[in-house]
């Protein structure tokens, strides 16, 4: 087993030569063969315990095990208690996620390159008999990726026999997990009644099942370079919006605009056809992006979920808030049309800078009476997207400035004033 790992992480995952990988290390067979192993080919390794304290004396007999094998064998060790009541999830689920939440902060906080799994193929298999099991299509049939981001799973090429006969060779001591022999979660099932009917009935299954996997691989990756190829050619990004002819997305199979609009968030692909078919300026929107039906095209764009739509100014001091509002206490003549010019006596603060609401209007200068900024947002044919980045200045009474475009004449200054808001330029 060490020589055919050691081929394969020559041949599959040379990238991590001379990089800081972090094992995630539970005290079972397979993390600890796969730690010895990376260890004894001099890969720079840390190990990484969780405990989640869910077998009381045993878990934490786990963890003091892991302990002492990296002390002995001078290997970084981190260990971190979890409490897996996470609202929405299962034990199971609320676990995996603390896991590698912890995981990733780790590889930040202390650079390493890579997260390393044990995972192997016996894992692969339940993964893809679950997935089978809930409907799926061909991506939730690919078993587990060996590579994830910054997480990478060399042992895939092995089943669980292999490495337990490597770890009784090489007399390496572990733990078990009682909890792994009990049936009540899905994939214990499947580990203990399922998998082993299957072995049972052919000898050959485990090894059918990986040339299989390969199989559906292959076919997946030709599935996602035309995919590829498609979007290149139908699909255009200017700035931050991607747009696509709503005349191509008509034509194409529900499967198929469903693996183009997945990655933006969107699994309703009823709402994308009739988009297509809807007037200008109806949006959808997932939990990462918008759509916008435009004339001809529907338009996507990120949804910036830092961004605040809502800044509020109290101190009288210059400060340059988002967007490039600069805001400055002093004595001003006015000079230019880009800057609102104030009386701060006569502003009821805090000055807030904020998006646009429906039934917003002001008493714009040089016109009479009042306008809704809808209005004015409509004459200037300003987009949904648009409107979203168009700032609106308010003190406590009503509007000031629509940034850029309209000044309200109620509290604007047009001699000397003594606060100053203006627009940096980059």
Not at 18 to 46: A, E, F, H, R
Not at 122 to 142: A, K, M, P, Q, W
Not at 258 to 263: G, I, Q, R, S, Y
Request: net charge positive.
């Amino acid at each position: 087993m060490l020589d055919v790992l050691k081929n394969h992480l020559r041949d599959n995952f040379s990238f991590i030569n001379g990089k800081k990988l972090l094992i995630c290390v539970s005290g079972g067979v397979d993390s600890m063969v796969l730690l010895k192993i990376l260890k004894t080919l001099n890969y720079n390794v840390s190990a990484a315990h969780c405990n989640f304290k869910l077998r009381g004396i045993d878990s934490d007999a786990d963890c003091n095990f892991v302990k002492q094998y990296c002390k002995l064998n001078k290997i970084d060790f981190y260990t971190k208690e979890f409490d897996t009541n996470v609202p929405k999830y299962s034990v199971q689920m609320s676990a995996r996620k603390l896991r590698y939440e912890w995981f990733y902060h780790l590889l930040h906080v202390n650079d390493f390159d890579y997260i390393v799994t044990a995972h192997h193929l016996d894992d692969s298999l339940e993964t893809f008999l679950i997935n089978l099991s809930r409907s799926t299509g061909i991506d939730g049939l690919r078993g587990i990726k060996p590579i994830n981001d910054k997480v990478i799973r060399p042992l895939l090429i092995f089943n669980k026999s292999d490495i337990i006969q490597y770890a009784n060779s090489n007399k390496l001591e572990w733990r078990e997990d009682s909890s792994n022999k009990k049936n009540d979660y899905l994939r214990n099932k499947i580990r203990n009644t399922i998998i082993p009917e299957l072995k049972e009935l052919n000898a050959g299954f485990l090894n059918n099942f990986s040339k299989t996997l390969n199989f559906i691989n292959d076919d997946a990756c030709i599935i996602e370079d035309y995919l590829s190829n498609f979007k290149n050619s139908n699909f255009f990004t200017t700035n931050d919006i991607t747009s696509v002819d709503k005349i191509i997305i008509k034509d194409l199979s529900p499967s198929f605009v469903f693996k183009l609009f997945k990655e933006y968030g969107f699994k309703n692909i009823k709402e994308i056809f009739d988009l297509c078919y809807s007037i200008s300026g109806k949006m959808i929107k997932s939990d990462s992006h918008y759509i916008l039906s435009n004339r001809k095209s529907l338009l996507i764009r990120k949804i910036d979920h830092n961004y605040s739509t809502s800044y509020f100014y109290n101190n009288l001091e210059d400060h340059v808030l988002p967007n490039n509002i600069m805001i400055e206490e002093g004595n001003f003549k006015k000079s230019e049309n880009k800057s609102l010019y104030l009386d701060k006596k006569n502003i009821n603060f805090p000055i807030i800078i904020r998006t646009w609401k429906k039934g917003d209007y002001i008493y714009p200068t040089g016109m009479d009476g009042k306008k809704l900024i809808s209005k004015l947002y409509k004459d200037k044919k300003l987009s949904t997207f648009a409107k979203e980045n168009q700032f609106i200045i308010e003190d406590g009474d009503h509007i000031l400035w629509v940034v850029g475009m309209r000044f309200d004449k109620r509290k604007y200054k047009n001699i000397d004033s003594n606060l100053k808001i203006s627009i940096v330029e980059t």
